[in-house]
């Protein structure tokens, strides 16, 4: 929370970091990202969140995040899909397995050599496994 006070320099620093040609090479380097990535994907977002407002920005990122109230979870009465990288540093799998359990009926899908970006990393079998999940979550009368 209290970076939004110096948004400024972390704009500017987020705008000279996306703007380097060697980012591509960066982002594979510091393993935060699998080998599958499609970096292009990547870096067009990281690059459109820099022309953002940074204040704005991150007190949205601070409104969502929030602070965690894992009783609401067992008030979710739709169909979940949760779906994990098995190398997220941001999401760590014992916490996606605590939603699993908590949320009635969920399942959890994780991504073995997967990370955060999971969906960029995966995509044509995030597409499927979600378009399954979606068939068999619609049944008569749920549409």
């Known amino acids: 929370g209290g970076v939004k006070h110096f948004s400024g320099y972390a704009g500017a620093a987020l705008r000279a970091l996306t703007g380097r040609a060697e980012l591509t090479g ?3 380097q510091s393993g935060i990202i699998g080998p599958t990535a ?9 690059r459109s969140m820099s022309e953002s407002d ?4 991150l007190e949205t990122y601070e409104a969502v ?3 965690a109230e894992p ?3 067992g008030e979710i009465e739709a169909s ?3 779906v994990a990288g098995e190398r997220d540093p941001f ?10 359990e908590r949320i009635p009926g969920a399942s959890l899908t994780v991504y073995d050599r997967a990370t955060h970006y999971l969906p960029i990393e995966f995509p044509a079998r995030l597409a499927v496994e979600m378009g399954d999940f979606m068939s068999e979550s619609t049944g008569p009368g749920l549409g």
Do not use: H
């Not at 940074?54 to 920005?57: K, S």
């Open 91 to 100: 999401t760590p799998r014992r916490t996606m397995e605590l939603m699993n």
């Open 80 to 82: 979940t899909l949760l």
């Open 71 to 73: 009783e609401l979870l």
């Open 65 to 67: 995040a929030g602070d």
């Open 38 to 46: 499609d970096t292009t994907a990547l870096v067009d977002m990281l």
């Open 26 to 28: 960066l982002i594979r």
């Open 54 to 57: 940074t204040r704005t920005l």
